[in-house]
């Protein structure tokens, strides 16, 4: 089992900055990659980066050039650092989890997840 709590969500002007942190729990051990998804309010569930057990990263190609995932020094919290905040960066961003291997291109499947956050409010708003 893993438990996992987002952290550092808020409002902020267009071309802010904001960090949030997802603390993981529980068996982190045997945690395979960890993703940030995010949902704005009408839309589907975005993934949003993915971080792996031994730091390899992927982006949503949209996003790469202002977004960076990582992990902290503990390797029980990772990060997504937001850069160039726009009002469409506006959603709940949630973290995830999943304990054993998967190819990495199916990254972006909510449904591979086993364990997710309960989400922090970003909002980007003049």
């Known amino acids: 089992q893993v438990q996992l709590v987002e952290s550092g969500g808020g409002s902020v002007q267009p071309g802010g900055s904001l960090r949030l942190s997802c603390a993981a729990s529980?068996?982190?051990?045997?945690?395979?990659?960890m993703t940030w998804f995010r949902q704005a309010p009408g839309k589907e569930r975005e993934a949003v980066a993915f971080i792996d057990r031994d730091g390899r990263t992927t982006y949503a190609d949209s996003l790469k050039d202002r977004f960076t995932i990582s992990k902290g020094n503990a390797k029980n919290t990772v990060y997504l650092q937001m850069s160039s905040l726009k009002p469409e960066d506006t959603a709940m961003y949630y973290c995830?989890?999943?304990?054993?291997?998967?190819?990495?291109?199916?990254?972006?499947?909510?449904?591979?997840?086993?364990?997710w956050g309960q989400g922090t409010q970003v909002t980007v708003s003049s």
């Open positions: 995830a989890a999943r304990l054993s291997y998967f190819p990495q291109h199916l990254w972006t499947r909510a449904n591979i997840y086993s364990y």
């Open positions: 529980g068996n982190t051990d045997s945690n395979y990659g």
